[in-house]
């Protein structure tokens, strides 16, 4: 299945991966924002641009319901409170949202958007805490204490709020770091088992990214469900339990993970949408056939 879809928002590198990786499957992308200063890549004639304010309400609308595209994927977001007011991220995520998923809603699109693993509240805490169970999946606990994952929560809110008034369906793509095939960057932080603690040492390679996302606008379900997206293993070269005793002083009562398992289960988003992580760490080299102008 293919057609059109609007990317709204950020073409930041994942941005730029996933409308391209749409483009060569066959849709026909309108790149939504600010600025078309980054949307420029390569000539592919699938792609188009629409400038749009996503946090204006008439300006969100009128550029969706002009394109009346099948499906709206939503991809931005400020992130990172220490390089932004708490207000400004809160405010510009949950208004982006609404706007975002109110007028896909009213076109009868499918949606699905980037929400992320902050959301669960362990990544950004106060303190670090160990979860209530390991793996974690869909149905843990959500509890974030800073305003980039009670956004993401609220914007979760909104999705299951559009998808009961409109009846359209809306995933909720809980997202872990996220990985280049060129610039691994989480393999630098193993040396600190602080730095990865607050998502126990997960990640995901952008090129399963953007296939989750293409089966989360194509694949057969009704309503609102988020979908962990991460690699299968964890980033480590020391068996995770023995790094969560090591950090954390112990592991949940309920531990189902050991070696270089996942601290995240994507189970949900193999059933539903039929997708699973194929790239590790362990097999990441240079794409010399991915070139982004």
Known sequence: MTGTVVLAGSLNRSGRWLAKHLAE???DVTCLGLSRSNWELGGYRELSFRAADLTDQVETAEAISTENPDAV?????????????????????VVGAYNVFTAAGRT??????????????????????????????????????DPYGTSKVVGEQIGGMVARRYDVPVASMRGSWVQFPDEY???????????????????????????AIERAITADFDGHEPFIVSAAD??????????????????PERCDIAGTDSAFSTAKAESMLGWEPTHSWRDAVDDDEFVLS
Request: charged share 25%; hydrophobic share 40%; aromatic share 12%.
């Open 25 to 27: 499957r066959g849709w």
């Open 73 to 93: 994927v939503h991809w931005a977001t400020l992130p990172s409170p220490e390089r932004h007011a708490g207000m400004r991220i809160f405010e510009n995520n």
């Open 108 to 145: 009868n699109a499918r949606i699905a958007w980037a929400s992320n693993e902050s959301a669960y509240g362990f990544q950004l805490a106060g303190e670090p805490t160990l979860p209530e169970y390991l793996p974690l999946d869909e149905e843990h606990p959500l509890r974030p204490e």
């Open 185 to 211: 960057d989480c393999l630098d932080a193993r040396d600190n088992l602080a730095t990865g603690a607050g998502n126990f040492w997960s990640y995901v390679d952008v090129r399963d990214v953007v296939t």
């Open 234 to 251: 964890n980033y480590l070269d020391e068996p995770i339990e023995d790094a969560l005793v090591e950090f954390f002083g112990g592991v």
